[in-house]
């Protein structure tokens, strides 16, 4: 099976962050790797934007720590919608329990920690 982005760097990644500065980041990187990125500014907005857009999303980059909805709940919400949702946690504290199947990345992370994480969700079954 063939998974879009996981070779190639291509796909549509949902970048769900608070802070606008790491949105900017994550997106330059994200890009230069060859994927596209929309943005939610918070955990409903993911929710939001991930029922409007999943057929096109291929990962999601969530911080665990957002106004409206943690990212606990909105990982919660992905996985109703879509149970084999791929997604990169991402937090600056250490990472909640029960959380199986994602893949955490410690903030701050380097451009190349990123990519890495991303494909690493990707290559899960």
């Known amino acids: ?25 994550a997106r330059r990187v994200l890009e230069r790797a060859g994927f ?6 918070d955990g409903r907005e993911a929710v939001e934007v991930h029922a409007q857009r999943r057929s096109e999303i291929c990962a999601v980059l969530l911080d ?6 943690q990212g606990d709940e909105v990982l919660r919400s992905l996985r109703e919608r879509t149970p084999g949702v ?7 504290y250490a990472p909640a329990s029960g959380l199986e199947g994602v893949v955490f990345l410690a ?6 920690e990123l990519i890495a994480a991303l494909r690493d969700a990707l290559t899960r079954v």
């Open 107 to 112: 903030k701050p992370w380097t451009p190349q």
């Open 86 to 92: 791929r997604v990169v946690l991402t937090s600056g």
């Open 36 to 41: 596209c990125v929309c943005e939610a500014v």
């Open 1 to 25: 099976m063939v998974v879009a982005g996981q070779d190639s760097g291509e796909g549509l990644v949902l970048v769900a962050d608070d802070e606008p500065g790491v949105r900017r980041v």
């Open 64 to 69: 665990m720590s957002m106004p409206r909805m």
